[in-house]
């Protein structure tokens, strides 16, 4: 049984139409993160998820159950927002055990689970301190404690990190990879930061213009897009001009340093990590990043290349021909 799955889920706020024909599926124990820029209609999706909006139209199954007319309260999910939304006036206990108490547990039961939510992100010792008294990463830790707590199948996060400085981040994406693969629900991730979808997730649905442009295995979407517009939000650099409406993508490691033909390099920057260079190529300018020892290769203003052909993709150059879907007011609309 799927964790999840969307049938042709279209948004709109007035004339702005914030999510078109999303389709998706989430196996249990699975994580998909729903990556793109501001505004292309990511958070719109889950917000329709959890029944904080209602689409105009399609469909929402969680757990094999139709959920898309019932309120947010009946949809037995997770829900972890940008901010937390935790209560300021209930210590860590107390928030975490909200959920289960919602549901007609006993104050009890609703503590015990909240206990063992706790111990699995690691802060059974701070039960009784006010959630005003925590860090940014300890108020995180509370948030999916409660959205645990509550033995959802399917658990939504809202840009769980944006509000971290990046230490924090980085520290925390690892923590919570292994807290998804123990607890084993399907997980519904929204962020527009392309280090965590690749960090935390099993598949990757990329978002432009409230469409989902390109889904698949995370290492498979980030190795391969299958458009130029896609290769550039991932932060791919060679770019190059291909036939009409063609773009030629050159990997990273495509390009390499050998006893190939010498290119004249163009550009030079010196950086912490050793040298970035832009080098003359028939396929384009190849931009390069070279360690300390690599850019004494330089031959003074050349650079021996070898490119491997076979593994430049040719795909769609889309970047001119959609434009980019502004956000309405509505909160909803992101």
């Not at 930061?193 to 989902?212: P, T, W």
């Amino acid at each position: 049984m799927k964790a999840l799955a969307l049938f042709d889920l279209s948004k709109s706020f007035g004339p702005v139409r914030a999510v078109q024909d999303v389709s998706l599926e989430i196996a249990a124990g699975e994580t998909l993160t729903l990556l793109g820029p501001s505004g292309c209609g990511k958070s719109t999706v889950l917000r329709c998820v959890a029944g904080l909006e209602r689409p105009d139209t399609g469909r929402v199954v969680v757990a094999g159950r139709e959920v898309t007319a019932l309120p947010p309260e009946a949809r037995h999910v997770g829900l972890v927002f940008q901010d937390y939304a935790l209560f300021p006036h209930l210590n860590v206990l107390g928030n975490v055990a909200y959920g289960p108490r919602m549901r007609g547990q006993s104050r009890a039961q609703a503590e015990a689970r909240a206990r063992e939510a706790l111990a699995l992100v690691g802060l059974e010792t701070l039960e009784a301190r006010r959630v005003t008294q925590l860090s940014g990463g300890q108020q995180q830790r509370v948030a999916l404690a409660r959205a645990l707590a509550t033995d959802a199948g399917l658990l939504l996060l809202d840009e769980p990190l944006s509000n971290l400085d990046e230490q924090l981040r980085e520290e925390l994406r690892a923590d919570l990879r292994a807290l998804f693969a123990r607890v084993g629900a399907g997980v519904l991730l929204v962020t527009h930061d392309q280090r965590e979808a690749l960090a935390l997730s099993d598949r990757v649905a990329v978002m432009r213009a409230g469409r989902v442009v390109q889904q698949g295995a995370a290492r498979q979407v980030f190795e391969r897009p299958n458009s130029a517009w896609v290769a550039a939000f991932l932060g791919w650099e060679n770019i190059l001009p291909g036939g009409p409406g063609r773009a030629r993508l050159v990997p990273e490691d495509a390009a390499r340093l050998g006893s190939g033909e010498a290119w004249p390099v163009r550009v030079q920057q010196r950086t912490e990590a050793g040298l970035t260079v832009t080098v003359a190529h028939p396929l384009g300018s190849l931009t390069l990043h070279l360690s300390a020892r690599e850019a004494a290769a330089l031959d003074g203003d050349v650079l021996r290349l070898e490119v491997d052909s076979s593994r430049v993709l040719d795909v769609p150059d889309d970047r001119d021909t959609a434009g980019t879907w502004v956000p309405h007011l509505s909160a909803g609309a992101s």
